[in-house]
């Protein structure tokens, strides 16, 4: 019996934009990726990084942003293509992405009013001075020589890009960039001739477009960065954007690769609390509009949905960026239907969060960005992984990848460690994908996965090292009165679904903590947040921080922050305020009863971190067996950092054994 074939989805079929065709319909957008650069020298993290991206099937790449002019720079870790000095970088980029079978486009972009005067060195410049919370400074305005002075460089710095071998520009219209600024009426009231009303606003565009048509020929592709929306109060919405569209497909924009917001903007657009497509019915209403083929980015991550996307004639072509950063290999994987292979995104946001601190591109959960293969090794070994959350999911991967022999114990009855909670809380579920790759990956490496067997339970005679990563457990101490009223911890929460009594104070104003009372505000209980810090949240990135805060005070949360709990009566807690709530009176403490807060509560919840379970350890040392402890087994942090010690452990520890 034969197996009936499976129709091939239109996203895996050629595209052509301009006179470029490209292999398929799938976008790797432009990314500020801030791997080190030397005067005009990439280090070997930017061709590792494209060389990897462009191996992994994606149709076309675009590089950057790479800046214009040195005054539009917006970090120091940037591409430039102000001069011709960058050709020689610009041009092994290009070939590296061409080696290895995409298309290579190089984006161009001036930051005008977000720009930074300690990475420029100038006061930065927009249309007009209006001030901007993204930056809290108020920009010099061009003057009209100095704005036909920036088309100039745009259109030399596409002209560059063509001589470096790339196939395409794209311009960065969309984000709160210069660009941008020149079309808004919120940062544009100039009165010559690159202002007034709607078409005023525009001409800097048309102008932009002609420039670089003329530097660089008719033929050569033009893609614009198209904002859907602006989300900005004031600013253009989806209506105005539909007509700027069609103005760019007149002037010869060959495609729109189309997003939403501004770096200002109010509106949350990238967190997991948006549904994934968003932004695409926006998109797709441009599409009806235009002639040129169109993209869309944001919460685009999902095979089928990319595949539903381009097969139903709502998109083009789909532009996905921290998909491919998760899994630069989703295109190959998505076309040869190995769904389950695709390291997913967990839209965590850890990207975004690095990316704004001005760091290093980084992914929480793919170790492997910037980093040349794995090479096999030369000496196999047997090692033992102790724990199957993310940091031993992850050594066992690279170790069997490498070709050691893996045993993969966990006490528990399933793989995971903490992702399980972790995906509980409110809209992130998608933690659960991280647990569903490692599960398929058990199974295509063959790796040997024990549950619930612990280390006593294993043969040792065989084995050549062992990977500690048993994890941590929930922090739980003693508060005077605390039989007074029902106490749980976050985990009975959020992954037991037990639902305290209320009014629930709980005691721990980190992500756990803030998690859990998102979790109970969304089921009509009353919640308090106790913590001794200053701020709440401060193990989170300032990405999803400001969203969980937002949703928290709209619920009328109460926070006591720098305060701790001193007591517990039938009813109440009992919180003091710190430090000042405590005067030293020769050897006596006294306490101040106007700073003490009776709190009413039906229950308490601790989410007051973890700490290692240390007994586990103590056998392992007492085995003899050369060890690496990984992970919140190590110290408690993050998931990138559980998921970071694996990989290492794989790559570098064993070959040192």
Same mark, same amino acid.
């Given at each position: ?11 895996? @079929? ?105 990475? @420029? ?27 036909? *002075? +920036? ?24 984000? &709160? ?13 100039? !009165?010559?001739?690159?202002? &007034? ?5 525009? @001409? ?39 007509? +700027? ?12 690769? #189309?997003?939403? $917001? ?8 990238? *967190? ?45 072509? #789909? ?15 998505? /076309? ?17 969060? %690095? ?29 033992? +992984? ?5 940091? $031993? ?6 170790? !069997? ?41 058990? $199974? ?11 280390? /006593? ?22 508060? =005077? ?42 089921? *009509? ?40 709990? !001193? ?8 919180? /003091?305020?710190?430090?000042? &709530? ?26 007051? *971190? ?20 990984? &992970?919140?087994? =190590? ?10 010690? $694996?990989?290492?452990?794989? @790559?570098?520890?064993?070959? %040192?054994?």
């Amino acid at each position: 019996m034969t197996t009936p074939a499976v129709e091939q989805s239109l996203l895996f @079929t050629p595209i052509t934009i301009g006179r470029m065709e490209i292999k398929n319909r799938i976008i790797m957008p432009a990314m500020i990726l801030n791997y080190p650069v030397d005067g005009f020298d990439l280090s070997p993290k930017w061709y590792h990084f494209y060389r990897r991206a462009a191996r992994g099937g994606s149709g076309l790449i675009i590089c950057g942003a790479t800046f214009v002019d040195r005054v539009g720079k917006q970090d120091d870790h940037q591409l430039g293509a102000d001069c011709d000095d960058w050709l020689p970088a610009l041009t092994k980029v290009a070939e590296v992405i061409h080696e290895n079978g995409a298309k290579a486009a190089l984006q161009l972009n001036h930051a005008g009013r977000y720009s930074w005067k300690s990475v @420029t060195g100038s006061d930065p410049v927009a249309p007009s001075p209006i001030y901007t919370r993204y930056t809290k400074l108020v920009p010099k305005e061009l003057t009209t020589t100095e704005v036909e *002075g +920036v088309l100039r460089a745009f259109a030399d710095a596409a002209l560059r890009a063509k001589k470096a071998g790339f196939d395409a520009v794209e311009l960065l219209g969309a984000t &709160g960039y210069l660009i941008s600024q020149f079309m808004s009426p919120l940062t544009n009231i100039r !009165t010559d001739r690159f202002g &007034g009303d709607f078409e005023g606003r525009l @001409t800097f565009v048309k102008e932009l477009i002609q420039g670089i048509k003329a530097a660089t020929g008719n033929d050569f592709p033009l893609i614009f960065r198209h904002s859907s929306t602006d989300n900005m109060p004031g600013g253009l919405d989806a209506s105005d954007q539909r007509r +700027v569209a069609v103005k760019l497909a007149e002037w010869g924009v060959d495609m729109l690769n #189309v997003t939403a $917001g501004w770096h200002d903007s109010p509106v949350h657009q990238i *967190g997991p609390s948006v549904p994934h497509g968003y932004f695409v019915p926006l998109a797709t209403k441009i599409k009806a509009e235009v002639n040129i083929p169109v993209s869309c980015a944001f919460r685009i991550t999902e095979p089928e949905l990319a595949r539903e996307l381009v097969d139903k004639d709502k998109l083009d072509m #789909v532009t996905m960026c921290r998909a491919l950063l998760a899994d630069p290999d989703w295109p190959a994987k998505a /076309q040869a239907l190995k769904d389950g292979a695709i390291r997913r995104c967990i839209c965590c946001c850890h990207c975004f969060d %690095e990316a704004f601190k001005r760091a290093e591109m980084d992914c929480a959960i793919n170790p492997e960005l910037g980093k040349p293969d794995l090479s096999p090794t030369a000496h196999p070994k047997h090692i033992l +992984v102790v724990g199957a959350g993310p940091g $031993g999911l992850e050594a066992a991967r690279v170790l !069997t990848l490498r070709g050691h022999a893996v045993t993969l114990i966990e006490s528990g009855d399933a793989i995971g460690g903490k992702l399980e909670m972790a995906s509980a809380a409110p809209h992130k579920g998608e933690f659960l994908n991280l647990i569903r790759y490692y599960r398929y990956m058990i $199974g295509d490496l063959g790796i040997k996965c024990l549950t619930s067997t612990h280390f /006593q339970d294993i043969r040792r005679e065989r084995i050549d090292g062992v990977v500690v990563a048993s994890g941590s457990r929930e922090r739980r101490f003693s508060i =005077k009165g605390e039989s007074s009223i029902d106490i749980h911890m976050a985990s009975d929460v959020l992954v037991k679904g037990v639902l305290p009594r209320g009014p629930v104070v709980i005691l721990g104003a980190g992500l756990v903590g803030g998690e859990t009372a998102d979790m109970l505000v969304e089921k *009509g209980i009353e919640v308090s947040l106790v913590d001794m810090a200053a701020k709440p949240f401060k193990d989170m990135g300032a990405t999803l921080k400001w969203v969980l805060t937002g949703r928290l005070r709209n619920a009328k949360i109460r926070f006591y922050m720098e305060s701790t709990i !001193t007591e517990i009566n039938p009813g109440e807690v009992v919180i /003091q305020k710190e430090p000042a &709530g405590r005067m030293v009176d020769g050897d006596v403490v006294i306490e101040r009863e106007d700073l003490l807060t009776k709190v009413p509560a039906g229950s308490l919840v601790f989410a007051a *971190g973890y700490e290692p379970d240390e007994t586990l350890l103590d056998q392992i040392k007492a085995s003899g067996l050369p060890y690496l402890v990984i &992970g919140d087994a =190590k110290s408690t942090r993050r998931l990138k950092d559980a998921v970071a010690e $694996g990989y290492l452990a794989g @790559t570098q520890w064993v070959d %040192e054994l």
